[in-house]
């Protein structure tokens, strides 16, 4: 071998310069942790403007008004009957709800979530909403009120259907 071995290699030159395409595996977690972010957000708002979630909050916000007041018997039967039936029509539908009363009403209510309805503390609910002041089970009311609103959005087919 001679002297002159480097004089017959090839001259020096740069490599190419590094293209934008692809990207280095960086780039590619940040840009699926970008697209998981933001269907993370749209699925949050989707879910926070859902109809039957905002009727459940804002009734149960009132339900909450209607247990700090000092109202008692037969004010809080009927505010706490109007509450129900307005967020039952808002769920159910108008031809579903508004024309049952009495029993059928109390019926409704139990199956769509409100068990403790079907028995007296039903009953005394609608006798006291109509002016019986006898029956103050006010808290009763408000329980019941608490699970019908919790559980008849999550009841899924209409009650009574």
């Known amino acids: 071998m001679s002297a002159s071995w480097l004089s017959q290699l090839a001259p020096a030159h ?23 972010l933001l269907a993370a957000i749209a699925a949050a ?3 926070w403007r859902e109809p039957r979630r905002r009727f459940r909050r804002a009734a149960l916000r009132e339900l909450r ?7 008692e018997g037969p004010a809080a039967a009927r505010a706490i009957e109007n509450l129900m039936r307005r967020y039952a029509v808002a769920l159910y539908g108008r031809d579903a709800v508004a024309r049952l009363t009495g029993r059928a009403w109390l019926e409704f209510a139990s199956a769509a979530g409100a068990e403790r309805l079907s028995g007296e503390a039903g009953r005394s609910l609608l006798a006291a909403a109509f ?5 103050a089970e006010r808290e009763d009311w408000l329980t019941a009120a ?3 609103i919790r559980r008849a959005a999550e009841a899924g087919p209409r009650p009574g259907r």
Do not use: C, T
């Open 14 to 36: 740069a490599p190419a310069a590094p293209g934008w395409w692809p990207p280095a595996p960086g780039w590619w977690g940040a840009g699926l942790l970008l697209v998981l």
């Open 131 to 135: 002016g019986d002041s006898a029956h």
């Open 45 to 47: 708002i989707k879910w």
């Open 146 to 148: 608490g699970e019908f």
């Open 65 to 71: 008004l209607i247990r700090s007041s000092a109202v």
